[in-house]
């Protein structure tokens, strides 16, 4: 496929407001729909393992794809930077697409079992071991660097639409037509995304540049990362405050939450209204990352709202009553929001574009195989040591993520480019 190579702009000339260029509207539609397609596809599949089997089998089946997303996503950075990002996100949103779409048509016609779920559990997680780290690429290769902190912002406002929006569209699939019509709905929803990933304008590294182009192997364009990476002042530093913050914050924030709410009597609804504090402070976030574009003294900030936002989430196994729990989960997203936007925005900015695949294949790896770690252990610390300290250990952790970027000179100093 023959890939679209935007025009360079005059040496003056200012750059577009991401939330005014059509080429970057286009993106947002884009991934706004495949994440939707996902959050149908997830509960879909849920339902659908519940229904075929035992409860611990429909456990493994929702699991199951993490297994191949862990062990492939270094390798789905290489691809991404190989091929480029543009390319491998369409042919892993076709791909998901058409098997999706596939098990809808089998559960159509017949009620299989628990193969044909699994089996698309682990494309899943296959396909998205190269669509995390091409993600994570493709902005730096449609907007101007000075537009990439709103492009951040505007990315995290997309995945807190799909998110409210996705659960309740696949319940009511699930309602209407059963669980086939939902991941038709899933497929269909995922399919919207490849024409508009079709008319993006890209950038493209310098030939030069780019991996393969002294006809390097795969395996030695992952050293090179890796090495890229472990060498590099601002990012080396800038991973390990994320692994940090991420393995503090997932589990008090996922298992010690539910706990948490048991422990205190808020119930199912009240765990809602904290979650709902969360997600509305992280809404926040992203609003102003879109609106102002550009925050100073990014490195800085971003160290200083991981530690404010550590104290809020050690502060919610302490506080009196439901309603200071909910303000207190909505400083933590307004500020820990803030802070992961801020990170997503450095690593974009910070990366040569010819190496983003593998950087945004780190930093994804940190979060979805290392910090996920922290869930049971944090539940069964919790069972061992109560809430309390294990809240307070864990927003200690998550605090070093910020310790990290305000110690360090060179991630401190980052700014953001505008």
Known sequence: MTTVSAPTAAPHAPERPAHRDGNVLRWVGAYTASMMGDNIYFLSLSWAAVQSGTPAQAGLVTAVSAVPRTLLL??????????????????SDTVRCAAVLAVAALLFVTRPGLWPLTALALVFGTVDAVFMPAVG?????????????????????????????????????????????????????????????ISLRVREPAPDHAPGAGR?????????????????????????????GDLGFVGPLNVGLTLLADERGWGA???????????????????????????????????????????????????????????????????????????????????????L?????????????????????????????????????????????????LYVRDLRRAQLPG
């Open 74 to 91: 270094l390798g789905g950075g290489v691809i991404a930077d190989r091929f480029g990002p543009r390319r491998v996100v369409i042919g």
């Open 137 to 197: 690429a493709l902005p730096a290769r449609i907007t101007a660097p000075g537009q990439l902190a709103r492009v951040q912002g505007m990315r995290g406002m997309a995945m807190r639409f799909a998110n409210i929006a996705g659960a309740p569209l696949g319940g009511l699939g699930v309602a209407l037509g059963g669980t086939a019509a939902a991941f038709t709905l899933a497929g269909l929803l995922i399919a919207v995304s490849v024409p508009l990933l």
């Open 216 to 244: 390097t192997t795969p395996w030695r364009d992952l050293r090179d990362g890796l090495r890229y990476i472990r060498g590099h002042r601002v990012l080396a530093p800038l991973i390990a405050a994320i692994a940090l």
């Open 269 to 355: 609804s009240g765990m809602g209204w904290v979650l709902a504090g969360f997600g509305t402070g992280a809404a926040v976030a992203a609003l102003v990352l879109t609106v102002r574009g550009r925050l100073p003294h990014a490195g800085r900030l971003a160290g200083v709202t991981v530690l404010a936002g550590s104290a809020a989430m050690g502060a919610l196994a302490y506080v009196p009553d439901l309603l200071a729990a909910v303000g207190a989960a909505l400083l933590v997203g307004l500020l820990t929001g803030l802070s992961g936007f801020l990170a997503g925005a450095l690593l974009q900015t910070q990366s040569d574009p010819a190496y």
């Open 357 to 405: 695949g593998r950087v945004s294949a780190v930093a994804s790896l940190v979060s979805l195989g290392v910090a996920p770690l922290s869930m049971p252990l944090s539940a069964a610390a919790i069972g061992a040591w109560g809430t309390r300290p294990v809240f307070t250990v864990s927003a200690a952790v998550c605090a070093l993520g910020g310790v990290v970027a």
